[in-house]
Protein backbone atom coordinates (compact mmCIF):
# COMPACT_ATOMS: atom_id res chain seq x y z
CA UNK A 1 0.00 0.00 0.00
CA UNK A 2 1.65 3.44 -1.06
CA UNK A 3 1.34 6.16 1.83
CA UNK A 4 1.24 9.73 1.35
CA UNK A 5 2.55 11.89 3.47
CA UNK A 6 1.73 16.06 3.42
CA UNK A 7 3.67 18.72 4.95
CA UNK A 8 3.40 21.16 6.57
CA UNK A 9 0.22 20.15 8.84
CA UNK A 10 -0.65 24.13 8.73
CA UNK A 11 0.77 26.50 7.27
CA UNK A 12 0.09 30.30 7.98
CA UNK A 13 0.30 32.95 5.11
CA UNK A 14 -0.64 36.52 4.36
CA UNK A 15 -3.08 37.50 1.68
CA UNK A 16 -1.19 38.03 -1.63
CA UNK A 17 1.60 36.00 -0.98
CA UNK A 18 2.64 32.49 -2.11
CA UNK A 19 2.13 28.68 -0.97
CA UNK A 20 3.90 25.83 -1.35
CA UNK A 21 3.07 22.55 -0.29
CA UNK A 22 4.35 19.83 -0.26
CA UNK A 23 3.36 15.59 -0.60
CA UNK A 24 5.20 12.37 -0.50
CA UNK A 25 4.53 9.13 -1.41
CA UNK A 26 6.12 6.73 -0.01
CA UNK A 27 6.77 4.43 -3.78
CA UNK A 28 6.89 6.10 -7.05
CA UNK A 29 3.29 7.31 -8.48
CA UNK A 30 4.81 8.46 -11.79
CA UNK A 31 2.89 11.43 -12.26
CA UNK A 32 -0.54 10.30 -10.74
CA UNK A 33 -1.19 12.63 -7.89
CA UNK A 34 -3.82 14.66 -7.48
CA UNK A 35 -4.54 17.93 -5.52
CA UNK A 36 -8.06 19.05 -3.87
CA UNK A 37 -8.93 21.94 -1.82
CA UNK A 38 -11.95 21.64 0.90
CA UNK A 39 -13.74 24.03 2.75
CA UNK A 40 -15.62 23.67 6.03
CA UNK A 41 -19.05 22.03 5.16
CA UNK A 42 -18.43 21.23 1.92
CA UNK A 43 -17.03 18.32 -0.72
CA UNK A 44 -13.24 18.13 -1.88
CA UNK A 45 -13.29 20.05 -5.37
CA UNK A 46 -10.39 19.08 -7.76
CA UNK A 47 -7.36 21.27 -8.80
CA UNK A 48 -5.05 19.16 -10.36
CA UNK A 49 -4.26 15.93 -11.99
CA UNK A 50 -1.67 14.14 -13.57
CA UNK A 51 0.72 15.63 -11.22
CA UNK A 52 0.32 19.21 -13.10
CA UNK A 53 -2.92 19.81 -14.92
CA UNK A 54 -5.44 22.15 -13.92
CA UNK A 55 -8.83 20.91 -13.48
CA UNK A 56 -11.69 23.05 -15.37
CA UNK A 57 -12.23 26.02 -13.89
CA UNK A 58 -8.96 26.40 -11.64
CA UNK A 59 -7.76 29.43 -11.59
CA UNK A 60 -3.86 30.21 -13.15
CA UNK A 61 -2.48 30.77 -9.69
CA UNK A 62 -2.66 27.24 -9.00
CA UNK A 63 -0.18 25.23 -10.39
CA UNK A 64 1.27 21.55 -9.72
CA UNK A 65 5.13 20.66 -10.08
CA UNK A 66 6.98 16.76 -9.11
CA UNK A 67 6.84 12.96 -10.26
CA UNK A 68 7.41 9.89 -9.26
CA UNK A 69 7.80 10.26 -4.85
CA UNK A 70 8.04 13.97 -4.06
CA UNK A 71 5.08 16.45 -5.54
CA UNK A 72 4.42 20.62 -4.85
CA UNK A 73 1.70 22.17 -5.02
CA UNK A 74 2.41 26.14 -5.52
CA UNK A 75 -0.41 28.52 -5.16
CA UNK A 76 0.94 32.03 -6.37
CA UNK A 77 -0.90 34.82 -5.10
CA UNK A 78 -2.86 34.05 -2.08
CA UNK A 79 -6.77 35.27 -2.20
CA UNK A 80 -9.36 34.91 0.55
CA UNK A 81 -11.12 32.22 -1.23
CA UNK A 82 -8.34 30.19 -1.16
CA UNK A 83 -7.49 29.86 2.76
CA UNK A 84 -8.54 25.83 3.07
CA UNK A 85 -7.28 22.44 3.60
CA UNK A 86 -5.29 20.76 0.83
CA UNK A 87 -5.51 17.33 0.06
CA UNK A 88 -3.16 15.13 -2.16
CA UNK A 89 -3.75 11.72 -3.55
CA UNK A 90 -2.19 9.10 -5.59
CA UNK A 91 -3.49 8.06 -8.08
CA UNK A 92 -1.28 4.71 -9.25
CA UNK A 93 -2.78 2.04 -6.77
CA UNK A 94 -5.36 1.97 -4.34
CA UNK A 95 -6.41 5.55 -4.11
CA UNK A 96 -5.00 6.75 -0.43
CA UNK A 97 -4.63 10.77 0.52
CA UNK A 98 -2.65 12.75 3.00
CA UNK A 99 -3.87 14.10 6.01
CA UNK A 100 -3.89 17.27 4.52
CA UNK A 101 -2.61 21.15 5.09
CA UNK A 102 -4.46 23.92 6.31
CA UNK A 103 -3.63 26.85 4.72
CA UNK A 104 -4.80 29.79 7.29
CA UNK A 105 -4.61 33.69 7.22
CA UNK A 106 -1.46 34.85 8.76
CA UNK B 1 -22.60 17.94 -16.38
CA UNK B 2 -22.57 15.12 -14.22
CA UNK B 3 -24.11 15.51 -10.59
CA UNK B 4 -24.04 12.94 -7.56
CA UNK B 5 -27.11 13.63 -4.81
CA UNK B 6 -26.40 11.43 -1.83
CA UNK B 7 -29.35 10.18 0.61
CA UNK B 8 -29.73 12.31 3.83
CA UNK B 9 -28.16 12.06 7.18
CA UNK B 10 -28.42 8.79 9.53
CA UNK B 11 -28.14 8.08 13.62
CA UNK B 12 -27.84 4.52 14.27
CA UNK B 13 -27.31 2.60 16.67
CA UNK B 14 -24.03 0.68 17.71
CA UNK B 15 -24.19 -2.42 15.99
CA UNK B 16 -26.12 -1.67 13.50
CA UNK B 17 -26.47 -1.12 9.67
CA UNK B 18 -26.42 1.78 7.20
CA UNK B 19 -26.85 1.98 3.65
CA UNK B 20 -26.36 4.89 1.93
CA UNK B 21 -27.08 5.59 -1.41
CA UNK B 22 -25.52 8.04 -4.62
CA UNK B 23 -27.80 8.80 -7.21
CA UNK B 24 -25.72 10.26 -10.82
CA UNK B 25 -26.88 12.04 -13.17
CA UNK B 26 -26.11 11.93 -17.06
CA UNK B 27 -24.92 9.15 -19.30
CA UNK B 28 -21.86 8.19 -17.91
CA UNK B 29 -22.39 5.66 -15.21
CA UNK B 30 -21.37 2.83 -16.84
CA UNK B 31 -17.71 2.78 -17.03
CA UNK B 32 -17.04 5.14 -14.40
CA UNK B 33 -15.24 4.64 -11.04
CA UNK B 34 -17.47 5.29 -8.33
CA UNK B 35 -15.46 5.56 -4.68
CA UNK B 36 -16.82 6.14 -1.12
CA UNK B 37 -14.48 8.36 1.08
CA UNK B 38 -15.47 8.90 4.57
CA UNK B 39 -14.48 12.15 6.97
CA UNK B 40 -14.64 12.15 10.36
CA UNK B 41 -15.38 15.01 12.74
CA UNK B 42 -12.07 17.19 12.27
CA UNK B 43 -10.16 14.37 10.56
CA UNK B 44 -8.95 14.18 6.80
CA UNK B 45 -10.09 11.73 4.01
CA UNK B 46 -10.37 7.75 3.88
CA UNK B 47 -11.19 5.66 0.68
CA UNK B 48 -13.95 2.78 1.75
CA UNK B 49 -13.97 0.99 -1.50
CA UNK B 50 -14.71 1.83 -5.01
CA UNK B 51 -16.69 0.24 -7.97
CA UNK B 52 -17.08 0.16 -11.88
CA UNK B 53 -20.50 -0.39 -12.41
CA UNK B 54 -20.42 -2.20 -15.78
CA UNK B 55 -17.88 -4.63 -14.11
CA UNK B 56 -19.87 -4.69 -11.20
CA UNK B 57 -16.69 -5.95 -8.86
CA UNK B 58 -16.65 -3.79 -6.28
CA UNK B 59 -12.76 -3.45 -4.57
CA UNK B 60 -12.50 -2.27 -0.47
CA UNK B 61 -9.86 -0.79 1.81
CA UNK B 62 -8.93 -3.86 3.83
CA UNK B 63 -9.72 -1.99 7.17
CA UNK B 64 -13.31 -2.43 6.14
CA UNK B 65 -13.24 -5.48 4.15
CA UNK B 66 -15.29 -7.55 6.54
CA UNK B 67 -17.95 -4.60 7.70
CA UNK B 68 -18.84 -2.87 3.50
CA UNK B 69 -20.59 -3.88 0.79
CA UNK B 70 -20.68 -1.50 -2.49
CA UNK B 71 -22.73 -1.93 -5.28
CA UNK B 72 -24.70 -0.24 -8.62
CA UNK B 73 -27.80 -0.41 -9.92
CA UNK B 74 -27.37 -0.25 -13.99
CA UNK B 75 -31.01 0.66 -14.48
CA UNK B 76 -31.32 3.43 -11.78
CA UNK B 77 -27.21 5.12 -11.97
CA UNK B 78 -27.62 4.55 -8.34
CA UNK B 79 -24.80 3.71 -6.13
CA UNK B 80 -24.68 2.09 -2.56
CA UNK B 81 -22.62 1.49 0.24
CA UNK B 82 -23.80 -0.66 3.06
CA UNK B 83 -21.70 -0.44 6.03
CA UNK B 84 -22.17 -2.95 9.50
CA UNK B 85 -21.73 -3.56 12.54
CA UNK B 86 -21.51 -0.11 13.18
CA UNK B 87 -19.03 1.67 16.05
CA UNK B 88 -18.90 4.92 17.39
CA UNK B 89 -15.18 5.29 15.23
CA UNK B 90 -17.83 5.31 12.19
CA UNK B 91 -19.37 8.49 12.80
CA UNK B 92 -17.85 10.53 9.77
CA UNK B 93 -19.36 12.55 6.73
CA UNK B 94 -19.75 9.73 4.18
CA UNK B 95 -19.17 11.09 -0.10
CA UNK B 96 -19.23 9.26 -2.90
CA UNK B 97 -17.23 10.25 -5.94
CA UNK B 98 -17.01 9.87 -9.88
CA UNK B 99 -13.90 9.28 -11.21
CA UNK B 100 -12.84 12.20 -14.29
CA UNK B 101 -12.26 9.35 -16.76
CA UNK B 102 -13.81 5.79 -17.26
CA UNK B 103 -11.11 3.15 -15.86
CA UNK B 104 -9.99 1.99 -19.23
CA UNK B 105 -8.48 4.03 -21.57
CA UNK B 106 -9.33 2.43 -24.69
CA UNK B 107 -6.34 3.64 -27.11
CA UNK B 108 -3.80 2.24 -24.98
CA UNK B 109 -5.42 -0.59 -22.85
CA UNK B 110 -4.03 0.54 -19.39
CA UNK B 111 -6.16 1.13 -16.68
CA UNK B 112 -6.83 5.02 -15.63
CA UNK B 113 -5.41 6.13 -12.57
CA UNK B 114 -7.73 7.11 -9.74
CA UNK B 115 -8.92 11.12 -10.37
CA UNK B 116 -12.01 12.24 -8.26
CA UNK B 117 -13.82 15.32 -10.47
CA UNK B 118 -17.45 15.35 -9.17
CA UNK B 119 -18.64 14.88 -5.38
CA UNK B 120 -21.82 14.14 -3.40
CA UNK B 121 -22.95 16.43 -1.24
CA UNK B 122 -21.74 14.29 1.65
CA UNK B 123 -24.01 12.02 4.22
CA UNK B 124 -23.68 12.52 7.68
CA UNK B 125 -23.84 8.84 10.00
CA UNK B 126 -23.68 9.46 13.58
CA UNK B 127 -23.24 6.41 15.13
CA UNK B 128 -24.47 6.27 18.87
CA UNK B 129 -26.12 5.35 21.62
Known amino acids: EIVVTQSPATLSVSPGERATLSCRAS??????LAWYQQKPGQPPRLLIYGASTRATGVPARFSGSGSGTEFTLTISSLQSEDFAVYYC????????FGQGTKVEIK | QVHLVQSGAEVKQPGSSVKVSCQASGDTFLTYPFTWVRQAPGQGLECVGR????????KYAQKFQDRVTITADTSTSVVYMELRSLKSEDTAVYFC??????????????????????WGQGTSVIVSS
Open chain 2, 97 to 118: ARDRAPYLDVLTETFNPSVMDV
Open chain 1, 89 to 96: QQGSSWPA
Open chain 1, 27 to 32: QSVGSN
Open chain 2, 51 to 58: IIPILRKP
